[in-house]
């Protein structure tokens, strides 16, 4: 943002009360006469000259723009590889979070599953029955010292 002019205003006139500010309205300062733009003298006009020929080129370097393009390429090859997601997700599909999740209750629910066969199993061998219908010991009694 370039200043293009500086106008300096006077200070108000401040009134003796609040009778008289209401009485009368405050006088408007006078709009000071515009100030004309000179034109910068040469050695000026030299100095911006100089500054904008050794001013940096731009970045637009074909070269570099090149490199930049590589270099993200290569970025996003390494992530993919490093985040592995799958590229097409049904509509009705569970998100990446809720497939964790779900898997987690099954492997939790797990034992508690185990246990409850063993818990048939022993029950039905007490009653006499193999796990398998077969009358006297039961059939797979060498899995109920087993632990889930």
Known sequence: MNVRAV????????????????????PQPAMPAVVERRT???????????????ARPSL???????????????MRG???RA???????????LAPIEQARAERRRQAAAPEAAALRRARAERVARKGQGVDGVIGKAA???QLGRTA
């Not at 910068?40 to 050794?54: D, F, L, N």
């Not at 637009?60 to 290569?74: L, M, S």
């Not at 985040?83 to 599909?93: C, G, K, T």
Request: net charge positive.
């Open 78 to 80: 390494l992530s993919r």
């Open 140 to 142: 797979g009694a060498s």
């Open 40 to 54: 910068p003298p040469g050695g000026y006009r030299r100095v911006i000259e100089a500054h904008r020929q050794a």
């Open 83 to 93: 985040f592995l997601e799958p590229d097409i997700i049904r509509d009705d599909a």
């Open 7 to 26: 106008r300096v205003l006077a200070p108000a006139p401040v009134k003796a009360g609040p009778a008289t500010a209401a009485a009368t309205p405050a």
């Open 60 to 74: 637009a370097d074909p070269a570099i723009a090149e490199a930049v393009v590589r270099q993200t390429t290569a």
